[in-house]
């Protein structure tokens, strides 16, 4: 099970997502759909991995990716906004196109978890 934190502002959006990564057999902080909440999770939080929406109710969310980024936390980027909205450091971050499809998200989901284990050998290897 990995600590999977879920910054969406849309109610079934982000309630969709939950339920799939649950069902995957996933731990989900949040969803949360503030800019607050978001920042407060990202610094505080023990992550595994994060699924970032781009926009949460106007605010952008480059402060979170820049936490999770310092962290070492890999995350992407879920967004119906495209690569040109992305955060200005996070351009060539990997983005799940709204609306997506559950094996789209569940695959790049995979790849995180598997970037967070790597990432936890390296720190125990040390």
């Given amino acids: 099970m990995r600590r999977i934190l879920v910054i969406e502002d849309e109610f079934l959006v982000a309630a969709h997502i939950d339920f799939i990564l649950v069902q995957e057999g996933h731990e989900v902080i949040g969803p949360v759909g503030t800019l607050d909440e978001a920042l407060q999770l ?46 200005q450091n996070f351009r060539e971050a990997v983005i799940v196109d709204k609306p997506f ?9 995979q790849r995180l978890v598997m970037q967070s284990s790597a990432r936890e050998s390296g720190k125990r290897a040390k």
Avoid: H, K, M, S
Avoid at 101 to 109: A, C, M, P
């Fill in 42 to 87: 990202a610094n505080d939080e023990a992550l595994d991995c994060a699924l970032l929406d781009v926009n949460l109710d106007g605010g952008r969310v480059d402060d979170v990716a820049a936490i999770l980024d310092r962290r070492g936390v890999p995350f992407i980027f879920v967004t119906g906004y495209g690569r040109d909205n992305l955060p």
């Fill in 101 to 109: 499809q559950d094996q789209d998200l569940l695959r790049e989901v």
